[in-house]
Antibody, heavy 118, light 113 residues
Framework: EVQLVESGGDLVKPGGSLRLSCEVS????????MGWVRQAPGEGLEWVGR??????????DYGTPVKGRFTITRDDSRDTLYLQMNSLKTEDTAVYYC?????????WGQGTLVTVSS | DIVMTQSPDSLAVSLGERATINCKSS????????????LAWYQQKPGQPPKLLIY???TRGSGVPDRFSGSGSGTDFTLTISSLQAEDVAVYYC?????????FGQGTKLELK
């Protein structure tokens, strides 16, 4: 069974930084394209970004509101995906979901809550 | 960026009746070389992550009941639930994956009448 487990969510002040992790099991992580999607409280889904497998170039793409502030990386030796968030704003408050960037095998974690507030 | 707009924002349907949700993209998501529409539908129940229902605009995901169907092409798409069941109460989102940044519609809340 494929499992994605996010961690690292916390309360952080505006302008601060935070790194989220997503541990993956049950699939060959190194071959997987992975992504992050967020959901502000009571709001809809917002695509944060994705990272391709290293075999496919390992390149990243980001949503417009987070480009230049957020960075997605992966550690294939640890089967772990990361989301480094810098210069956080109150509008970044959301549940952050890790997901496989795949149509045939589309799996989501349970999410981790990030709250940006003074 | 491609903007996705769903209608209606909310919908109340009786058990056993048909539910129809629309999604419009600000530009075509039909990739001409493959003749595929890069459009997906998700279902999200309270307290749960989203679940992929439909991709390529009309292909059902693994284990998705056949009462769910997707149609449309280019910029206009529809998700249809042929006979609403109680477990279908949820928020439904369309998403384009034609070009990054991938974008979601604002969601349609489906309730029981």
């Amino acid at each position: 069974e494929v499992q994605l487990v996010e961690s690292g969510g916390d309360l952080v002040k505006p302008g601060g930084s935070l790194r989220l992790s997503c541990e993956v099991s049950g699939l060959t992580f190194s071959n997987a394209w992975m992504g992050w999607v967020r959901q502000a409280p009571g709001e809809g889904l917002e695509w944060v970004g994705r990272i391709k497998s290293k075999t496919d170039g390992g390149t990243t793409d980001y949503g417009t509101p987070v480009k230049g502030r957020f960075t997605i990386t992966r550690d294939d030796s640890r089967d772990t995906l990361y989301l480094q968030m810098n210069s956080l704003k109150t509008e970044d408050t959301a549940v952050y979901y890790c997901t496989t960037d795949s149509l045939v095998r589309n799996i989501w974690g349970q999410g981790t809550l990030v709250t940006v507030s003074s | 960026d491609i903007v996705m707009t769903q209608s209606p924002d909310s919908l109340a349907v009786s058990l056993g009746e048909r539910a129809t949700i629309n999604c419009k993209s600000s530009q075509s998501v039909l990739y001409s070389s493959t003749n595929e529409n890069y459009l997906a539908w998700y279902q999200q129940k309270p307290g749960q992550p989203p679940k992929l229902l439909i991709y390529w605009a009309s292909t059902r995901g693994s284990g998705v009941p056949d009462r769910f169907s997707g149609s449309g092409s280019g910029t206009d798409f529809t998700l249809t639930i042929s006979s609403l069941q109680a477990e279908d109460v949820a928020v439904y989102y369309c998403q384009q994956y034609y070009s990054t940044p991938f974008s979601f519609g604002q969601g349609t809340k489906l309730e029981l009448k």
